[in-house]
């Protein structure tokens, strides 16, 4: 079960038709590249699932918040890692200066949209890679060198020393194109994520 990593994206019930419209396509296929991602970087071969959970507001225990994905990754089983990329941003987090969360086994990378979305589905790409992508790959390896034993002064301190020098720009983020190789910042890309070796 340690190896199976769930990507769920969590819409508003009376949007998620819209969203599957508009943003499926892309996070099921970085979900793909993830998979590939950490093979590469971390030597783990992680089984791969994507969701939608739409969302109806109700109580004010029931309402979108950290608490509520928390009681859903319960529900589902807490030995499946559970990544979440709801469209609201977590009243607290661990990850300043991202709106991102992390525990043992769950994740959570608030989900970025343009507004309005560009009219090229190329733009939005880009867009989804340059806010969403490199969040989430942040988080992914907090949770796989966890995994590996490190201590938290490298597994959450370190990336997040790291995450410093990629937004500074003294460390540059890497880029993928569409068939996951390595490709200039000025080049068409489609992923981006931090770059772990440099840890």
């Not at 038709?17 to 099921?28: G, M, P």
């Not at 296929?29 to 093979?39: A, C, L, V």
């Not at 992390?102 to 343009?114: C, D, K, Q």
């Amino acid at each position: 079960m340690l190896n199976r990593l769930f990507f769920i994206y969590v819409a508003k019930n009376e949007d998620w038709k819209q969203l599957y419209n508009e943003d499926w396509a892309y996070v099921s296929s970085m979900t793909r590249f993830f998979k590939w991602w950490i093979k590469h970087e971390f030597h783990v071969d992680v089984a791969i699932e994507c969701d939608i959970l739409p969302v109806i507001p109700g109580r004010i225990f029931d309402r979108p918040s950290i608490a509520y994905l928390l009681k859903d990754h319960s529900e589902r089983g807490s030995s499946v890692f559970h990544f979440y990329l709801p469209y609201f941003k977590p009243i607290f987090t661990d990850c300043r200066p991202i709106d991102a969360y992390h525990a043992n086994n769950f994740g959570i990378v608030t989900w970025h949209r343009p507004k309005p979305l560009y009219l090229s589905s190329d733009e939005n790409e880009k867009y989804f890679a340059d806010n969403n992508c490199a969040q989430i790959s942040h988080v992914l390896s907090h949770e796989f060198l966890r995994r590996s034993n490190k201590k938290r002064k490298a597994y959450f301190d370190g990336i997040h020393k790291l995450w410093d020098l990629h937004v500074r720009g003294t460390v540059p983020f890497l880029y993928f194109n569409r068939q996951f190789n390595r490709v200039s910042r000025n080049d068409e890309y489609r992923y981006v994520t931090i770059d772990p070796a440099k840890l």
